[in-house]
């Protein structure tokens, strides 16, 4: 299954949006990610959070459709979005798309981090992406596919990345230790269709950003 979560910060151009929708097979808005939504009159499986951003009418509109409402205490352990995503895992989620999780705070993109290592160590797929980015993260080896020049980032997340090797790309790397504050990974770019990433341990973000 594939599961659609919409948060509450830059929203998706409407392309993005359709398109992901279009892919998923279950929608789920956190919060005022359902002002997104409204925009297009578009009514999400799941609405959950505590409601301490979502517009008013927005919430009185989906009250009114068959939309399930999920509405949580101010004072909780979970953010919004990390409730949207148990409840991806609750549904048997094979595959996670997060919308809004960028912009202005920088703290709460920040924890959005934390969505894609907890789903990656459920063996889950998951993605963070906005109309310039496109983020995900690994635990073992992969290919990622690209056009040439297209421009790609790798940072470990909280921990030393063992062994790294980059094959196809302008800068490639043998044998290195990629350590946390380490720069050389950032803007990397696609010589080759495809760029191989080995490692023997850690877990990798890998950044893709189109300007």
Known sequence: MKVLIISGG??????????EINNADLIICADSGANHLYK???????????FDSINLDVLKFYENEKCNILKFPPEKDFTDSELAMNIAFENNAEEIVFLGCTGTRID????????LYKSMKKGIKA???DNNNEIFMVDKSIIIKGSEKEKFSLMPYKNEIYRLNIKGSKYDLKDYNLKIGDGLTISNEFQE???????????????????
């Open 40 to 50: 297009h009159k578009i009514v999400p499986h799941y609405l959950v959070g505590d």
């Open 108 to 115: 709460h993109f920040f924890g959005s981090l934390t969505l």
């Open 127 to 129: 993605f963070i992406k």
């Open 193 to 211: 269709e495809k760029v191989t990433i080995e490692f023997e341990k850690g877990d990798l973000l890998i950044f893709f950003s189109r300007d």
């Open 10 to 19: 830059v929203a998706p151009s409407f392309s993005l949006l359709t398109k």
